[in-house]
């Protein structure tokens, strides 16, 4: 009877109310349900029909079922939220959402940039295995959418390619349109990316990639670049064919200076295994495939020296491809197992312990341990000197030192300078600036170097620290609840109003396959504007424990552990090899450094020079 009045054990406490005020939700737990006999229920010793959830959560709820009001004093907003979904009461989990949305806003607060949406995927083809040329003549036009041994290999090309798809016959129709350089610093292996992940989820970003104002983005099977001008903003601008094999690593160069090539082309490159694909990209979006190169064994990085297009394999081999002579060339060296560039330099921290300037040693470790990570410092030039060279490594022991090379001393190697023993795992990263030397996560060559804490694997917040302190400089939390797949930190050239200046964005790729920024430069000058005020470091506990929700742990090995685990800082075994150090250098660089751009790991040290 509707005037039945109905006694509740909830968690032990004991209330009594009206089965009116209990049902006039229907679609609520209570009536559909537990009143109406659907399920069993259990009663205690009085009667009461017993409900084993918190009796102060559900003291607000039933205080709501009767006057429709809602007392929020030292009640959780996500605790009371969980316990109206699970009794159903839709009515206050519509209120509970709002007050929510008070401390998340939908537009990304102030910090938020603009996203941009995923390129609908190119139709893979089924196609003839083609033997493959230096390079090729076909123009497309995508359209715009606004928004070891030391020896010396001969220079060759592949013969015969995965299967892929012929640029003149590409189509352009998709289907289903849905919502750090990597680098042997952190010696990732992570070649078992499976190609089911491709197919389920087409547009999920693996990569982001950044040079001057041009992002290259990575998805499973295909890549995709997109520039921002100062009237329009961001647009795409070329996707590439779709890849049969999986992408691993990309790219970019937004600046070519080559002999018969305008400035304004750009050069994407793709790998996938051993295989790397290399595209001319011009400015109104047509492209030419340069031509697919075969390193032999897996890339496991992939960068641009200037012009100069360089992969390179922890097995001990180097691929280059020449932007004046439009060649490929192959140099076997000692396995790599961390690099670093400077200028026009390309330093190997490599397997046996020792520094290479790509086959000439430079510095060989005191204690011959693996030198795991590598940061190149070079000093502005003076007229009055050269530049210093200042060079800091980190060793599978967990030792890091710092070398430099006087200009006067030209010639004589790299001198040991510094030595910390303050990790007790191998070093993954290191970064040397002007002022710091931090080890652990990555940092940028900035007066203000910043880490990216990425929690848990599966999330959409992203917490920004500075690398010098720890201190907490921003959270930035998808917009679209989707999660985050991979990020980097890039800096934009400023336009050509006057006042205008370069300004360091964050570029988030999701799981739906949109890229989403943030606003670096406006989130740093906040924080020191807030100079006074308590600064956090990473997640509290409740932030922490909010991140865990749709976790689960395992015990199998320590939570957190340090990344990568020491088991993959062992170089696998490739082929015997002989070492030959008095071979002279047989790959030239030259040019302007590379950007750089890398993976955040959580435990720092910062050393001030």
């Not at 001990?316 to 400077?342: E, F, L, N």
């Not at 086959?359 to 190149?376: G, I, N």
Request: proline share 6%; glycine share 6%; net charge negative.
């Amino acid at each position: 009877m509707p005037g039945d009045v109905i006694h509740l054990n909830v968690g032990g406490t004991r209330f009594s109310t009206s089965r009116q005020t209990l049902t006039w939700i229907q679609d609520s737990f209570l009536p559909g349900n537990l009143l109406s006999g659907r399920i069993l229920s259990l009663k205690d010793e009085t009667g009461a029909i017993f409900i084993d959830r918190d009796p102060k959560l559900f003291s607000v709820i039933l205080n709501f079922l009767q006057s429709k009001d809602v007392d929020l004093s030292g009640i959780s907003l996500s605790a009371l939220k969980h316990e109206a979904e699970y009794f159903g009461i839709t009515p206050l989990v519509r209120r509970l959402v709002l007050c929510e949305d008070l401390e998340h806003s939908s537009c990304g607060d102030v910090l938020f940039h603009g996203s941009l949406g995923p390129p609908c995927p190119p139709v893979p083809e089924i196609l003839e295995k083609k033997p493959v040329s230096q390079s090729t003549s076909n123009i497309t036009r995508s359209p715009q959418h606004t928004t070891q041994a030391h020896s010396r290999s001969q220079s060759m090309h592949v013969n015969q390619a995965p299967p892929r798809q012929d640029a003149a016959t590409r189509v352009t129709s998709c289907f289903g349109c849905v919502e750090s350089r990597t680098s042997f610093r952190n010696v990732q292996v992570d070649k078992h990316r499976s190609d089911v992940l491709g197919y389920l989820n087409p547009l999920k970003v693996t990569m982001v990639q950044g040079h001057h104002n041009w992002i290259c983005i990575s998805y499973p099977h295909f890549v995709c670049c997109f520039r921002m001008k100062d009237s329009t903003g961001w647009h795409h601008i070329w996707s590439s064919p779709y890849m049969e094999n999986a992408v691993d690593r990309v790219a970019l160069n937004a600046k070519v200076v080559a002999q018969n090539q305008e400035n304004t082309n750009k050069m994407v490159a793709a790998s996938m295994g051993s295989f790397v694909q290399l595209w001319l990209i011009m400015d109104d979006g047509s492209s030419r495939e340069i031509g697919m190169f075969d390193l032999s064994v897996s890339v496991d990085s992939l960068f641009f020296i200037g012009s100069q297009l360089v992969a390179l394999s922890q097995f001990g081999k180097i691929g280059v491809w020449h932007s004046m002579t439009q060649h490929w060339q192959i140099q076997d060296v000692i396995p790599i197992t961390s690099y670093d560039t400077a200028g026009s330099f390309l330093l190997l921290g490599c397997q046996n312990g020792s520094i290479y300037y790509i086959v000439t040693e430079l510095y060989k470790d005191p204690s011959e341990d693996m030198v795991t990570a590598l940061s190149v410092y070079l000093t502005p030039k003076t007229s009055l000197s050269g530049n210093w060279i200042e060079i800091a490594y980190g060793t599978s022991s967990g030792t890091v030192r710092v070398i430099v090379q006087h200009p006067e001393t030209v010639g004589h190697g790299p001198q040991l300078f510094q030595t910390f023993t303050v990790h007790r795992s191998p070093v993954t990263k290191v970064m040397l600036s002007e002022k710091h030397l931090v080890s652990g996560p990555y940092g940028e060559q900035d007066d203000q170097q910043v880490f990216i804490q990425k929690t848990v694997p599966e999330t959409d917040k992203l917490f920004i620290r500075l690398s010098s302190n720890g201190q907490r400089v921003c959270v930035i939390s998808s917009v679209d609840n989707s999660s985050i797949a991979a990020f980097c930190v890039h800096e934009c050239e400023g336009s050509n109003r006057m006042g205008s200046r370069p300004r360091r964005y964050i570029f988030t790729g999701h799981t739906n396959g949109t890229i989403q920024m943030w606003d670096l430069t406006t989130a740093l000058e906040m924080m020191n504007k807030s100079d006074g005020e308590p600064r956090k470091g990473g997640p509290t506990p409740e932030e922490l424990m909010k991140l865990l929700d749709q976790c689960d742990l395992t015990s199998r090995n320590t939570t957190p552990s340090i990344s990568p685990a020491p088991s993959v800082l062992q170089v696998p075994m490739g082929p015997t090899v002989s070492y030959q150090s008095s071979r002279p250098n047989s790959i030239a660089m030259d040019s302007d450094a590379g950007e750089e751009d890398g993976n955040y790991y959580p435990d720092t040290i910062v050393t001030k020079i």
